[in-house]
């Protein structure tokens, strides 16, 4: 079924995740549709393809669709799983090293047997030119054109795909990697990032794997992006697709393509929007994102209404997280994004033994493809949808009957891999993995909360995901936390940020100054011309800015590493002045257990961006509270079916509902299995479920949060 030029307006939220690929269209009428079908990993594009066809199926096409917005982990899963381009980097004659010696750190202090990540970029493929600017941006030594010449044509024959270059103090001038530029322009199919064009900014490390990954990840984004606007275009779509960018806002198709390094934890980003947008219309303003899908989870915070953020994100280690902290495991990224902590735990997290016997959940994953054995489509290797199938936490079917659950399969490979090793039936060991999966997530959330030095008991859980909704109030036992809140259309949620995200571009300028040698005037002078001149370059590209938003990145003078602190709206007085500053000291309070007021503050970078506010997203934002998830106002069906709670508790009858609406006024007490078409609830023994008037299922249990 084509989707059609005609009739009124729709808005389309894509989001691509390792096991299944969310849809929801926003109609003209106030109402919402949404589709959930198999990712397909050879190539994403055909299952997105696939279920807008089947979403639209009922109509007679739809049209036109305005807008499509897109989070995928297209980029993230090719870092995971090392599938970039072949790369080379051109640096400075004396810093080719700079790449892979970083920051001498380790995120596991006393692990003798640990191992970095190894180099996206071999040693031999990281190529010295001599030139030299110095740090006031004068030319020391000139760039001789045959030096790049005689490298690219050595990496040209031995078939690298893309090029990173990252000069020593391009920040300050670029013109040598301008230079390199043009040289690489004219040589056709070849993909190439400078980091003078990606990241104009202090630090030779993070700029250098910035823009390595950048170039990494291009023709693989590239690519995939291409393919999707065909298929697009196959199916008459003419609108605009936008792409989820780290930080929460959309970029068009062009400049994802450019910096897809920028496009890192898209749809995760995506869901933390989504979270913020519920927990201020619904009451909550501090809250505990966790989103389980099929192959990762995620956390997030959200403190007094607001997305919190990092001016990094690492990804590529053991645990993918905005960088505030440790870090030195895997891959930093340069860039304000959505502080987010991501682990390998899902549905699909394969069940294993190490070599000492030790049984471990994740986070390798079985994917889509063939899936968890309970799929019946070939897979035989037991996972944690397939303890949850044993548990019988998940009935005979998922994704609105789409999907049938075979648990005789699940319990034949969990029987066979571990119950006959260790010696027990096969419920018991489900529900082992059910708890080891839990702690396994669990990492996320505390990397978010008691690593940031925030008390997880102050904040509610919203729990949202295929998967999140199965975990959560396990989870929050486990951390003490009294209220769960699982939202509309929980299993498709980041969607919904999808749909009420902002389009968001970004400036980083370098502007290292001690603030006590700047008086309010001479900074607001400082910001205000560099204001000026972004917007305007910003409108001459056709750009309409509703709203520019401004932070700074504090330190105290002598520290190697900043916070980012947002600067208020308007002239910087100096009452503005003193505001900020004092908010960098209680940042730096709250992160790292103490502050000193006394000291010399420090300004590194101001960062700039420019917010479009499309009036279609605002209303999809207020749909979702509204009716994004309608209610039936016939009979509830409900049945009940034993399910097994741990040894204690053992087997229970457990009240199963279609849906939330079957939630009585008064709430019930679990445990209680509620299956909707995109995502299975369990409220387990000691908790209760109500259904409040936003259509959120709240959990609450003995102890009440302050979220």
């Known amino acids: 079924m084509s989707i059609k030029p005609e009739g009124n307006a729709v808005l389309v939220g894509v989001d691509i995740g390792g096991t299944f690929t969310d849809i929801v269209a926003a109609l003209p009428d106030g109402r919402m549709i949404s589709a959930k079908v198999r990712s397909t990993p050879r190539d994403f594009s055909l299952g997105i393809c696939d279920g807008l066809r089947q979403l639209f199926k009922a109509r007679d096409g739809l049209a036109p669709v305005v807008q499509l917005n897109h989070g995928t982990t297209v980029a993230t899963n090719c870092i995971l799983e090392r599938k970039g381009a072949r790369t080379a980097l051109i640096t400075s004659s004396g810093f080719r090293d700079v790449f892979e010696i970083g920051r001498v750190r380790v995120p596991v202090l006393y692990d003798l047997q640990y191992e970095k990540p190894p180099s996206l970029v071999e040693r031999r493929w990281r190529l010295e030119v001599r030139e030299r600017i110095d740090a006031h941006g004068h030319v020391v030594t000139s760039l001789a054109d045959d030096d790049v010449a005689r490298h690219l044509d050595h990496a040209d024959e ?112 995506a869901g933390v929007i989504a979270a913020q947008a519920i927990g201020r219309v619904s009451g909550y303003l501090n809250l505990i994102t966790f989103d389980m899908g099929g192959t990762t989870a995620k956390a997030s915070i959200v403190e007094d209404g607001n997305v919190s953020e990092s001016p990094e994100l690492e990804v590529g280690g053991g645990i993918s997280y905005g960088r505030k902290l440790v870090g030195g495991g895997g891959y930093p990224v340069r860039a304000t994004v959505i502080d987010l902590a991501e682990v390998g735990a899902g549905g699909g997290s394969l ?176 910001v205000g011309a560099e204001e000026k001149d972004y917007l305007e370059r910003l409108r001459s590209r056709g750009r ?49 257990g103490h502050h000193a007021p006394g000291e010399v503050v420090e300004l590194v970078n101001l960062r700039l961006t420019a917010v479009e506010r499309p009036g279609i997203a605002s209303e999809a934002l207020s749909r979702m509270a509204q009716c994004a998830h309608p209610l039936s106002s016939g009979p509830q069906d409900s049945v009940t079916r034993p399910a097994y709670f741990g040894p204690e508790a053992g087997w229970l009858s457990t009240t199963v509902l279609r849906t939330r609406a079957g939630v009585p006024e008064a709430g019930i007490a679990g445990p209680v299995i509620i299956e909707e078409y995109d995502a299975t609830m369990l409220i387990p023994p000691g908790w209760r479920a109500r259904l409040d008037s936003h259509q959120n299922v709240v959990l609450t249990t003995g102890r009440q949060s302050n979220g």
């Open 544 to 592: 309409g800015v509703m709203a520019l938003e401004r932070t700074v990145d504090l330190r105290y003078a002598g520290q190697n590493y900043h916070l980012a602190i947002p600067v208020p709206a308007g002239p910087l007085d100096a009452n503005a002045h003193a505001q900020f500053i004092a908010a960098f000291h209680e940042a730096h309070r709250k992160t790292y």
């Open 158 to 269: 031995k078939g690298i795909e893309a090029v990173a270059v990252c000069l020593l103090n391009s920040y300050v001038n670029p013109a040598h990697e301008r230079q390199i530029g043009r040289l690489l322009s004219e040589r056709p199919g070849l993909y190439f990032t400078l980091s003078s064009d990606l990241l104009r900014e202090l630090g030779e490390y993070e700029r250098t794997s910035t823009t390595v990954l950048n170039a990494y990840l291009m023709p693989v984004v590239s690519r995939y992006l291409d393919r999707l606007r065909s298929g697009l275009r196959d199916l008459a779509f003419a609108g605009d697709l936008m792409v989820m960018g780290s930080n929460g806002g959309l970029m068009d198709v062009e400049t994802a393509t450019e910096q897809p390094a920028f496009m890192i934890e898209s749809g995760p980003a």
């Open 351 to 526: 069940v294993w033994f190490d070599q000492a016997g030790g049984l471990h959940v994740g986070p390798r994953s079985t994917g889509a493809d063939p899936g968890p054995a309970c799929y019946g489509r070939g897979g035989t290797q037991a996972t944690v949808t397939d303890a949850c199938s044993v548990l019988a936490y998940i009935g005979d079917a998922i994704a609105g009957g789409s999907v049938p659950i075979y648990r005789e399969q699940a319990q034949v490979a969990l029987a066979g891999q571990v119950a006959t090793r260790l010696g027990k039936p096969p419920h018991e060991v489900a529900y082992g993995v059910y708890e080891i999966a839990a702690a396994n997530m669990m990492r996320a959330i505390k990397a978010v909360s008691i690593e940031r030095g925030r008390d997880p008991r102050d904040f509610t859980l919203i729990a949202f995901g295929g998967n999140g909704a199965l975990f959560a109030a396990q989870i929050a036992t486990a951390m003490r936390m009294g209220t769960v809140l699982i939202p509309p259309l929980a299993g498709v949620f980041s969607v919904i940020g999808l749909l009420a995200a902002d389009v968001k571009n970004h400036l980083v300028i370098s502007l290292k100054r001690k603030l006590n040698a700047l008086g309010p005037g001479d900074l607001s002078e400082l």
